[in-house]
């Protein structure tokens, strides 16, 4: 059974800095992309970034030049560093991974995280 547990979420000020980490775990023989999504209330889900298993990086143009993510392959572990955070980047964050598993390939979202930025 894979699991994606996140981590990090809270409230911040705005102009404030938060790290989100997701770690996978269970019966994982490999993976490829790992990334961020968010939903904001009323609003559809979207891309935040994603990072490949060779290190390519994509992002949102909203957080391009504030938002960094990386991955640790040896712990199966994805992190999002946000920075200058913005009242409108307040949402809830969840960490996906397409991974290999008992069921093949296959993509997995975690819990999900709430990230409240006040003006």
């Known amino acids: 059974q894979v699991q994606l547990v996140e981590s990090g979420g809270g409230l911040v000020q705005a102009g404030g800095s938060l790290r989100l980490s997701c770690a996978a775990s269970?019966?994982?023989?490999?993976?490829?992309?790992m990334g961020w999504h968010r939903q904001a209330p009323g609003k559809q889900r979207e891309l935040v970034a994603h990072?490949?298993?060779?290190?390519?990086?994509n992002y949102a143009d909203s957080v391009k030049g504030r938002f960094i993510i990386s991955r640790d392959n040896a712990e199966n572990t994805v992190y999002l560093q946000m920075n200058s955070l913005e009242p409108e980047d307040t949402a809830v964050y969840y960490c996906?991974?397409?991974?290999?598993?008992?069921?093949?390939?296959?993509?997995?979202w975690g819990q999900g995280t709430q990230v409240t930025v006040s003006s």
């Open positions: 990072i490949t298993s060779g290190g390519n990086t």
């Open positions: 269970g019966s994982i023989f490999g993976i490829s992309v």
């Open positions: 996906n991974s397409r991974l290999y598993g008992s069921s093949g390939w296959r993509d997995y």
